[in-house]
């Protein structure tokens, strides 16, 4: 059987700050009615297609009616995605994960088993997802001016690839081998180029397809591609980072930890309109391996995507300068191009413009896979300085209600009444028997064997991080223990940030200080905030002294980009196996 698929939009409205709101919510019978009123332009509009509005703080409210029914989707087979989309300073890392130090073991043991109250959508998905025995694994990459870092390991660059053999694709770029030409691109060109060479490599690859589409068709009236084909051609075209780190997720308070890490790598800045600005877009994949019915061996594996977008601004309003406003320019131009490829699936436009932007190209399987159950949410900010901006992010929103419904099958379990959508082959399958897991096994393992001998031929061939053997043994082995050291003070920051996190949670709740047990707990949090700036100033002390030693001509060589990919592949390959071997 075949059935419709929409993306849900949600609209949440933040409690207002000033004396008078440009938005008003009432019932109607088509739905909540969204009206903004614009006192400058002395215009009013509404909309109405969104599924829900949620208004105020309530992050429990918030979580019942935006998320929880992607619980149900994701039994059903589904890839789920949930996506915060709006200005800046109108809620979403609030609605996402929760407001600025909350997520803490602390805050756990004061929660007494419940979920704490501040915690947002993220965490306590993650937390009814390890209600379900389940095994639970996480990753956290930041979009940061269109180039993939990996928030688990210091920001760790990342590359964006397909499963088409030969074409490697990063930052909206189309890598040509031979292509030298324009050395500001070095030898990547951007999209719509139209060298020579890019347009010999456009036309080799569609002459491949078609002749490909010849071969399937021979004695069919009428080509026709299988099931199958369409299966694999849709998978040929997902986009997906390769190496970044996964973190296994087993208690509440993993997911502290693991929320405050990707908290306090991320990048952020203060401007006139909010304290905390993200300058990035932050993508958490949580990678769900679930038992099909009570102890038994059969597991599903499924993916949740969650995705806090950084918040569109308008410069003269939030008033950066220098590399914040770069930093704006990139966040506006990555959301154009998102609204562009909404536009053009709203319209059923022949071609979409995913490779335009890394966030688009990430999103794609969100927006147009069968398979995937995506819901938006639309943060708006009910003030009236910002009405304008808050009828932008409800446009978007329309936009998104009219992609049309996406088909896909859902399948009958015989002897029940249980629908199960059918599940692409992929890292989101179904495990029939030990047999399927073993095969699946072996072939990773294969791959990761043949990945790590690539990286080997890549350092015979001198493509690793090299010192030259002229230069003096002395320099380099400070140089040595120098890098050792930066890795050492870097994790000493880490856990300093911990432990301020902790304290502050501790003292949240502190009145004046007049108390004994409030002031040493202020002055625990002094000592704290002293010692994280002592620590992060030798770790800049150090990352300086080796920037200056890697400088010194004939002394140190960095790895090239093929041997990092080559490293990128190996890691990549070793978190899957060890992904399926844990569940």
């Known amino acids: ?123 306590r998905l993650v937390l009814d997802i390890l209600k379900m025995d389940s095994v639970v694994h996480a990753s956290a990459i930041e979009i940061y001016q269109d180039m993939p870092y990996d928030l688990l390991a210091d920001r760790a660059p990342l590359s964006v690839g397909t499963k088409r053999a030969g074409l490697k694709v990063g930052g909206g770029t189309v890598t040509v081998h031979g292509n030298t030409r324009a050395s500001n691109h070095c030898g990547t060109h951007p999209p719509g180029c139209s060298c020579r060479k890019c347009f010999e490599a456009i036309t080799k690859m569609k002459a491949a397809t078609v002749a490909a589409a010849r071969r399937d068709s021979v004695g069919k009236t009428q080509f026709d591609p299988s099931p199958h084909q369409r299966q694999n051609k849709q998978q040929q075209d997902q986009f997906a980072t390769v190496g970044e780190t996964l973190q296994k997720l087993e208690t509440a308070e993993d997911v502290a930890r693991f929320a405050l890490l990707v908290e306090g790598t991320r990048t952020s800045v203060g401007h006139a309109l909010n304290d905390r600005s993200s300058r990035s877009h932050c993508l958490v994949n949580v990678h769900v391996s679930l038992r099909a019915t009570t102890g038994a061996k059969k597991m599903v594996r499924r993916k949740l995507l969650i995705v806090d977008l950084a918040g569109s601004e308008r410069i003269a309003k939030s008033g950066v300068e220098g590399v914040a406003r770069h930093q704006a320019t990139s966040i506006n131009g990555s959301l154009t191009v998102l609204g562009k490829v909404v536009r053009a699936l709203s319209v059923s436009q022949r071609h979409i413009p995913y490779r335009d932007s890394t966030l688009t190209m990430l999103l794609r399987r969100s927006l147009d896979d069968p398979m995937a159950s995506t819901t938006f949410v639309i943060n708006v900010a009910p003030d009236t300085d910002h009405a304008e901006e808050t009828v932008c992010s409800l446009e978007f929103g329309k936009n998104l209600t009219k992609v049309p419904p996406r088909k896909h099958s859902v399948s009958r379990r015989i002897g029940s009444g249980e629908s199960t959508a059918t599940e692409n082959v992929g890292i989101e399958s179904s495990l029939d028997s030990d047999d399927a897991t073993e095969n699946e096994l072996e072939i990773l393992l294969e791959q990761l064997q043949l990945a790590k001998t690539k990286l080997a031929q890549a350092e015979a061939r001198g493509q690793g ?119």
């Not at 059987?1 to 700050?17: A, F, K, L, S």
């Not at 994701?74 to 600025?100: D, E, I, N, W």
């Not at 890795?487 to 502050?504: D, N, P």
């Open 1 to 123: 059987n075949e059935t419709d698929h929409n993306i849900n939009v949600c609209v949440r409205i933040r409690p207002q700050r000033s004396v008078s709101a440009a938005v008003s919510v009432e019932k109607s019978t088509q739905g909540p009615l969204v009206t903004v009123e614009n006192a400058t332009t002395c215009k009013t509009k509404s909309f109405n297609s969104f599924s829900h509005v949620v208004q105020g703080s309530d992050q429990q409210v918030a979580y019942n009616q935006i998320a929880r029914p992607l619980l149900e989707q994701l039994r059903s087979g589904y890839s789920c995605t949930l996506c915060a989309y709006g200005q800046t300073s109108s809620g979403k890392t609030h609605s996402v994960f929760g407001p600025p130090g909350c997520l803490t073991v602390t805050s756990v043991a004061q929660a007494q088993g419940e979920t704490p109250a501040e915690w947002g959508i993220f965490p």
């Open 465 to 583: 991080e090299q010192f030259d053997l002229t230069a003096p043994e002395g320099e380099i082995r400070v140089l040595k223990m120098n890098l050792q050291r930066v890795q050492k003070e870097e994790a000493k920051v880490r856990e300093a940030r911990f432990e301020l996190a902790e304290l502050r949670a501790l003292c949240k709740d502190c009145g004046d200080g007049n108390d004994d047990n409030d002031n040493g707990n202020l002055k625990k949090v002094a000592a704290a905030k002293a010692r994280l700036e002592a620590r992060e100033k030798e770790l800049r002390n150090y990352q300086d002294i080796v920037a200056r030693q890697q400088s010194i001509r004939n002394l140190y060589r960095p790895a090239m980009d093929v041997y990092k990919t080559c490293q990128r592949e190996v890691r990549h390959l070793q978190a899957r196996v060890d992904m399926l071997q844990a569940s």
